[in-house]
T-cell receptor, first 112, second 112 residues
Framework: NAGVMQNPRHLVRRRGQEARLRCSPM?????VYWYRQLPEEGLKFMVY????????ESGMPKERFSAEFPKEGPSILRIQQVVRGDSAAYFC??????????FGQGTRLTVV | GEDVEQSLFLSVREGDSSVINCTYT??????LYWYKQEPGAGLQLLTY?????DMKQDQRLTVLLNKKDKHLSLRIADTQTGDSAIYFC????????????FGGGTRVLVKP
């Protein structure tokens, strides 16, 4: 059973471009969470999804950020019109039940 | 809102025991977790404890929970150089969809 797969591992975007981060949960896991880690800080919750549904997006910035977890395919975190402050590591976690969450290796976004 | 606090840094000699401490404020926390993060990597779930337990042991790891004081600790016996990493404490509650609230992390340095 492969772990949580995130791609790309590293992403460089110019200011104003769009960033698309992908997360394939572990097999059998229907709960997906996205977290953001700023340099030298802990992880902050962004959004919690189940298949085709956003359950909790209380940690998502109100503008430019969106997330989806379609019936088929990976979960996508999309950041439009990126700014330097979006530079961070973005981690996805999946869980079969919501109790044990397993993290991917993360996508390190750099905005130049 | 919820808050999780950890000390920033711990230095320990190889072979000694390490104790990492964490405090939290949310009295409705259901589960408390310890994650390990090595440089450039994702988070590895080490162990977790249900809030109605006061101790859990798993090989070299011992978790102690004082629910009254909202204090959680992780003891690593016979610390090895491979244990050098950042350790994150986190809490979650079923009412919050089991999203994790993380502390800022404790950087553990194991000296030979």
């Amino acid at each position: 059973n492969a772990g949580v797969m995130q791609n790309p591992r590293h992403l460089v975007r110019r200011r104003g471009q769009e960033a698309r981060l992908r997360c394939s949960p572990m097999k059998g896991h229907s709960h997906v969470y996205w977290y953001r880690q700023l340099p030298e800080e802990g992880l902050k919750f962004m959004v919690y999804l189940q298949k085709e549904n956003i359950i909790d997006e209380s940690g998502m910035p109100k503008e430019r950020f969106s997330a989806e977890f379609p019936k088929e395919g990976p979960s996508i975190l999309r950041i439009q019109q990126v700014v330097r402050g979006d530079s961070a590591a973005y981690f996805c976690a999946s869980s079969p039940s919501g109790v044990e969450a397993f993290f991917g290796q993360g996508t390190r976004l750099t905005v130049v | 809102g919820e808050d999780v606090e950890q000390s920033l840094f711990l230095s320990v000699r190889e072979g000694d025991s390490s104790v990492i401490n964490c405090t939290y404020t949310d009295s409705s926390s259901t589960y408390l977790y310890w994650y390990k993060q090595e440089p450039g990597a994702g988070l590895q779930l080490l162990t977790y404890i249900f809030s109605n337990m006061d101790m859990k042991q798993d090989q070299r790891l011992t978790v102690l929970l004082n629910k009254k004081d909202k204090h959680l600790s992780l003891r690593i016996a016979d610390t090895q150089t491979g244990d050098s990493a950042i350790y994150f404490c986190a809490e979650s509650g079923e009412a919050a969809g089991n999203k994790l609230t993380f502390g800022g992390g404790t950087r553990v340095l194991v000296k030979p």
